[in-house]
């Protein structure tokens, strides 16, 4: 029946019916078209933008890299002559040590050998008193049991004020008195260089106790100074320029 029907229409009104049907169709295809075209320029340019901001991120992690990288070599070159400089320095602080335990043994010994002098001399010191003692009781007796010394020293050793008419003795008494004169004169002399010699070693060991404590602190200075180097050195090398990671960077996707 609709066969029939489109038979027996007016064959224009069906053409112009297939006519409209057929604009319809193609003004729709033409806006799809539109949105499709319109779609594809955006996302061309959404994608390239991407691409730029893409390429850009990866040029500024490739110039991180590059510079941490510098920064890596010359960290490991400023750590490298740290080390050197420690090294050099533990040679120089072994050096000084070796020399001031050198020193110290040197002046110890000394200290101890100028003790055993200073005792040496202070038992012959005694000695030579008790000697001297002895011998002047002696030479006090002789003098005593003389009857013609007897007048002219007193009992305690003191010479006395000799009368007038005993200046004309003999030779053989001035002799005697000059010989013991001389006797106590030497005694005398031997006995101030004794002193002197006790005198100058006890000097001599002060002098060498100033030395030792000089060089003692000598020693905890430099230990004190090169410790404070060692450890700035290494607070330097291993606290001023911290090394960071390197960002991992994706590769752009590709796009078709």
Known sequence: ?????????????????????????????????????HELVTSKIALRNDLDQAEDKADVLNKELLLTKQRLVETEEEKRKQEEETAQLKEVFRKQLEKAE??????????????QICSQLSTRLEKQQAAS????????GKMMACKHCSDIFSKEGALKLAATGREDQGIETDD????LKKQL???????????????????????????RGALMNEIQAAKNSWFSKT???IK????????QPAPVTQPPKEST
């Open 176 to 179: 005697e008195k000059d010989s």
């Open 133 to 140: 003692k002895e011998e002047l009781e002696v030479v006090k």
């Open 1 to 37: 029946m609709r066969e029939s029907q489109l038979q027996q229409e007016d064959p224009m009104d069906r053409y112009k019916r297939e006519n409209r049907r057929l604009q319809e169709a193609s003004m729709r295809l033409e806006q799809e078209n539109d949105d499709l075209a």
């Open 185 to 211: 004169r030497e005694m005398e002399l031997e006995l101030a260089q004794t002193k002197l010699q006790l005198v100058e070693a006890k000097c001599k060991i002060q002098e060498l106790e100033h030395q």
């Open 231 to 233: 450890l700035n050195s």
């Open 102 to 115: 050198y020193e110290i043994k040197k002046t110890t010994a000394i200290i101890a050998e100028y003790k």
């Open 236 to 243: 330097t090398a291993t606290g001023t320029q911290p090394l």
